[in-house]
């Protein structure tokens, strides 16, 4: 087993029991938790446009109103929620439009200063939703993107042959995204047989739309990477790179999830 493999599994173990608790425990628990990873996560998205120090109102804005938005969620408001992302919309746009005023050659464009909202809107907003799911919902949606990642990773690693995706992530291969998928509908399908209400054809659709959106979500955080020329979002998780690039697919496969539930009962 390389260092690399080490770092990874010794940091899962680390943090394994914590999510747990925060699972097991729920309410002010479960959004302490929600709110340390989406804040964490956040400024890393921040940080990989705006580096060091730059922008660092920007930064703190957007993590506080992010805060600010889960624990809306939380109470059930959702007008605060609205009032959030509209917040942060407009201290971005503001600063944009007093930026332009002065007439500086290098005055930022919008797209940059809406950064700060996609920053909201990519976390925050998406992790939201593990406030409202039942534990076994979470650790179902968890355990189907962990599952994609680890038998992605090391189906790629001992038969990947035949690149995916080249140009946005090199190293994975269609070997790689089989053996994801496989490990995937087997977890769905052994948690959903174990503790859910549907029948097990619905838990094979389930693994596969989970899955995609799994490896989708990698795939968005792969492409934003190479496009700002970073190999990860930070440093925080040995082996893993930052919070952002260990939970870049479950940002997808939670809001797939919130659809398929709502035209589908599985729990």
Known sequence: MTNSHKQRWITAVIVLPFLIVALLMGGWVLLGAAVIVSTLGQYEFYSMFWPGRSNLFYKLAGCLLGAGLLYASFIGNPYA????????????????????????????????????????????????????????????????????????????????????????????????????????????????????????????????????????????????KRTLDIKDSGTLLPGHGGILDRIDSILLALPVYALARSVHTFF
């Open 81 to 224: 929620m609205i009032g959030c992302i509209a917040a942060g919309f407009w201290v971005g746009s503001l600063g944009f439009l007093f930026a332009f005023g002065t007439g500086r050659a290098d005055a930022p464009r919008f797209e940059q200063a809406q950064v700060l909202t996609a920053g909201m809107l990519y976390l925050p907003l998406l992790i939201q939703t593990v406030l409202h799911l039942s534990t076994a919902e979470v650790v179902l949606i968890l355990f189907a993107a962990f599952a994609s990642d680890i038998g992605g990773f090391y189906a790629g690693c001992n038969f990947g042959r035949h690149k995916m995706w080249p140009s946005v992530s090199p190293k994975k291969t269609w070997e790689g995204a089989a053996g994801g998928m496989i490990f995937c509908v087997a977890i769905c399908l052994a948690v959903g047989l174990s503790f859910g209400n549907a029948a097990w054809p619905a838990w094979v659709v389930l693994g596969v739309i989970l899955n995609v959106s799994s490896q989708m979500g990698d795939y968005f955080e792969s492409a934003l």
